[in-house]
């Protein structure tokens, strides 16, 4: 059994930054890949940021390049997704995931709240 817990989801004016953090917990030790998706109201839930097991970034969805930047904590099986700059168009839920061999595994969602 895998368990994601995510953390640090809030209200932000524009411009701010706020730290998502996932904790990985459970049978597994090593995900192939582990990332960040996100849903707005009305929209169907998006990529926004992956990385490898080995710490290297694979994906990055256009609109937070240069803005967000995702990390990996292998010995805590923890990945971090750092946003600045944030914009009223990434209000959403972020939802955490982990992919393991085919098997995906989803955190539960937290909210993040940009006003302008």
């Known amino acids: 059994q895998v368990q994601l817990v995510e953390s640090g989801g809030g209200l932000v004016q524009a411009g701010g930054s706020l730290r998502l953090s996932c904790a990985a917990s459970?049978?597994?030790?090593?995900?192939?890949?582990m990332g960040w998706y996100r849903q707005a109201p009305g929209k169907q839930r998006e990529l926004v940021a992956r990385?490898?097991?080995?710490?290297?970034?694979?994906n990055y969805t256009d609109s937070v390049k240069g803005r967000f930047t995702i990390s990996l904590d292998n010995t805590k099986r923890t990945v971090h997704l750092q946003m600045n700059s944030l914009k009223p168009e990434d209000t959403a839920v972020y939802y955490c995931n982990a992919r393991y061999f085919g098997l995906d595994f989803w955190g539960q969602g937290t909210q993040v709240t940009v006003s302008s």
């Open positions: 990385i490898t097991s080995g710490g290297t970034p694979t």
């Open positions: 459970g049978s597994i030790f090593s995900f192939n890949v």
